[in-house]
């Protein structure tokens, strides 16, 4: 097999996502995505000095910008319709974290196509509410999430299309689990 050598992140779009029950659906258009790891270190420290330190990545987080979709909005804050006449969606007290799965494809400048998965994260900054009726343009929804280790105890997947046989291909954007990428 060949070893790229050469991709340079230039966009981001189809992107998915999708609740452990649920299918995958759209996110709507991206704007950006980026992702940062939150780092431990733990030292060991003897007549005043360190002697011994260890790094490890304890969770990513994980900002999304786009225009998504109303049914992204309501999945990733929570919204619900329970005790509600048909229709109405509520945010409240009673909102429950929502494990999400999100995927989607990164070109580079020549249309060469990577996967990426953030198999396991939550919403950590809630619903936020902010109409400006002076605006000339729409602007994107910002959301922020925690990416926690899923079963494999990884954060983050990412696979050139080039290297992906069909079968992972097809499932990566609509069902993307840990066991999809799982050797054999």
């Known amino acids: ?42 030292e060991k420290r003897a007549e005043g000095r360190v002697i011994k330190s260890k790094k490890k990545v304890s969770k990513m987080n994980i900002t999304i910008t786009g225009h998504a979709t109303v049914s992204t909005k309501r999945k990733v804050f929570g919204l619900s319709t329970e005790g509600l006449k048909t229709g109405v969606y509520a945010y409240g007290t009673d909102i429950k974290s929502n494990p999400l799965c999100f995927t989607a494809i990164v070109v580079d400048m020549d249309g060469n196509r990577k996967y990426i998965a953030i198999p ?45 046989d069909e079968e992972t291909k097809l499932a990566w954007l609509t069902n993307f689990t840990p066991d999809l990428v799982k050797a054999e």
């Open 120 to 164: 396991y994260m939550e919403d950590i900054k809630g619903l936020t509410i902010n109409i400006d009726n002076d605006q000339t343009e729409i602007e994107m929804n910002e959301m922020e999430f925690s990416a926690l280790a899923d079963e494999n105890r990884k954060f983050y997947y990412e696979a050139y299309e080039d290297e992906l």
């Open 1 to 42: 097999m060949n070893i790229r050598e050469d991709f340079e992140d230039y966009q981001v779009l189809e992107g998915t996502i999708k609740s452990a029950e649920d299918t995958a659906i759209p996110f709507g258009p991206l704007g950006t995505m980026s992702g940062e790891p939150e780092v431990e270190e733990v």
